[in-house]
């Protein structure tokens, strides 16, 4: 089963369990489910077997950054269990985005290939504090051309920076958005955050959103709300 819808719903549950819990309560057929660092390290590959065998495409968010061979072993494991997304850190540089789509290239893997640019809970003073002088934005930009020159398929980025990495790396490449926030939802801890809406215009293809649903009485009401909101 496979979907078309830009949503994305953020699986950022404690244990297998509570993850395969709610993705029972969502709908397959209207969103992607994302596997981030703590539900794949609790509970490893049988998260993805488990939401596969119930029709969901998954983003596996692991934000791969280390030596180039490592990177693309690790790519390749992740393209080699079916998922539909993987990422790795933009700021490993080019010969590790290089070497992870060469890899998936080789062994004839079509898993898209996306890089994390700037964390979307980072302001001006977060980046200066390790080194990085430039504002987000500018940061973004640099990381999202590196990336589109090293082959991946698209970024993971703020949505107010998706209207220009449109202008700069063009409809094709995938802006994966993170830190939205729809009209009836709390910002929590992000700090760059848009409305689905907002983002969508804005140029993001993919809205990547967590608690405004998976923290709802009812999920599938909350994903029916923000479909509202996409097409209002």
Known sequence: MSSDSPLIIALDQPSLDAALCLADRLDPTRCRVKVGKEL???SGPDVVEALHGRGFQVFLDLKFHDIPNTVAGAVQAAAEQGVWMVNVHA???????????????????TTHLIAVTVLT???????????VTQAPGEQVERLARLAMDSGMDGVVCSAQ???????????????????????????????????????????????????????AKDPMAALEAIEQELVA
């Open 121 to 131: 809970s980072m302001e001006t003073t977060d980046l200066q504090e390790v080194g």
């Open 161 to 215: 920076e998706s209207a220009r990495l449109r202008e700069l790396c063009g409809d094709r490449f995938l802006k994966v958005t993170p830190g939205i926030r729809p009209s009836f939802a709390a910002a929590d801890d992000q700090r760059r955050i848009m409305t689905p809406r907002e983002a969508m215009a804005a140029g993001s293809t993919h809205l990547v959103i967590g608690r405004p649903v998976t923290r």
């Open 91 to 109: 700021g490993g540089g080019r010969r590790m985005m290089e070497a992870a789509r060469e890899r998936l290239e080789r062994h004839g893997l």
């Open 40 to 42: 794949f390290t609790r």
